[in-house]
């Protein structure tokens, strides 16, 4: 099985885990939690039925979510 995370406004696949590694993955759980907090829903699929939802077009994610590596840091 594979966890994935679906954004709340849209509904596209953005990240994905495989069983047991979703249960014991510190970093993936810390950032589940974070997606569980602003409301992306996380199910269970079988494996070899993933799609990612491609670009969420939504605009309800923060820019701080996605960094710019050409914005200057002040």
Request: glycine share 6%; proline share 3%.
């Amino acid at each position: 099985m594979i966890q994935i995370v679906k954004r709340k406004c849209c509904g596209s696949v953005f990240a994905a885990c495989v069983e047991p590694d979703c249960y014991t993955d510190k970093d993936w759980l810390k950032n589940l939690k974070e997606y569980v907090n602003r409301g992306d829903k996380v199910e269970m699929i079988e494996n070899g039925t993933l799609k990612f939802g491609g670009k969420c077009n939504c605009n309800e994610m923060e820019k701080t979510e996605q960094p710019n590596l050409f914005s200057s840091v002040s």
